[in-house]
């Protein structure tokens, strides 16, 4: 009798120690599908995570196609850039008013640039660009009353050619003209540099137009009276800035 009851005893002890182990593993089995479970709710997340952060190398780049310049980065956080050109505006406040030359006199109070290469000579890129001058200029006489001939008008634009000189950058030698651009409500200056193509038949330019608002009541005979820049060495020392930013220049 004492045997059966020990031998009963051993085979329930086996039975129990049995169940322990069938436990731990059921156990083992859903800690290792929580696990797995974890890791697919986690996926999701994990693919739509964004990349650390890389350092944006054309922060301070105006470009276009295969053109490009190099600015001050302020310029490229506040200005915009549509297809045809970058446009800074309020230049004439911090923190855009210190990335300009004499700064305190706030001569300049927005900014345009256009790069580009068309299929154009180098005259006649400039010859439109004279064109815009000249019905601007024609919408200043109009609104003074004065009736200009043909000729007088072409003498009038002529006069808005402030100088022009050779330049060299990107490898490639061209021209750069400096022309007021004057308006009734608004005063231009343009820094217009043009590089013919290997062919002549095309020309890679870019195009500054610095500018300031105008509150004349009373137009001047005279438009360059409303000119950018009073002074000749403030006007040079905005030529010498834009030759600056214009050796930047790169052809891809």
């Known amino acids: 009798m004492r045997?059966?009851?020990?031998?009963t005893a051993l085979v329930l002890l086996v039975c129990l120690q049995a169940m322990a182990q069938d436990k731990d593993k059921d156990k083992s089995k859903q800690t290792k599908g929580e696990k797995i479970m974890e890791t697919i709710k986690s996926l999701p997340e994990d693919l739509l995570a964004q990349p650390d952060a890389v350092a944006d190398t054309n922060a301070n780049k105006i470009m276009n196609d295969n053109l490009s310049v190099v600015v001050n980065p302020i310029w490229r956080?506040?200005?915009?850039?549509?297809?045809?050109?970058?446009?800074?505006l309020k230049t004439d406040v911090d923190p855009v008013r210190e990335t300009f030359p004499l700064p305190d006199k706030k001569l300049v109070q927005g900014l345009t640039v256009n790069l580009n290469t068309i299929k154009k000579t180098a005259e006649e890129k400039k010859q439109m660009v004279l064109a815009q001058v000249q019905s601007?200029?024609?919408?200043?006489?109009?609104?003074?009353?004065?009736?200009?001939?043909?000729?007088?008008?072409?003498?009038?634009?002529?006069?808005m050619i402030a100088g022009e000189e050779d330049f060299a950058t990107a490898g490639r030698t061209g021209k750069l003209y400096y022309i007021h651009d004057i308006q009734s409500q608004q005063s231009g200056f343009i820094v217009l540099l043009l590089l013919p193509g290997a062919d002549a038949k095309s020309v890679t330019f870019v195009q500054f137009t610095y500018f300031h608002y105008a509150y004349e009541t009373t137009l001047?005979?005279?438009p360059l009276e409303l000119r950018m820049f009073t002074y000749a060495e403030d006007q040079q020392t905005y030529i010498d800035f834009t030759k600056g930013i214009l050796k930047t220049l790169v052809i891809r």
Not at 78 to 88: P, Q, V, W
Not at 144 to 155: F, H, N, P, V, Y
């Open 3 to 7: 045997k059966t009851i020990t031998l």
């Open 77 to 88: 956080e506040k200005g915009t850039t549509s297809f045809i050109e970058f446009k800074l």
């Open 136 to 159: 601007h200029l024609a919408a200043y006489y109009k609104e003074q009353g004065t009736l200009l001939s043909k000729e007088e008008m072409a003498e009038k634009v002529k006069a």
């Open 220 to 222: 001047p005979e005279d």
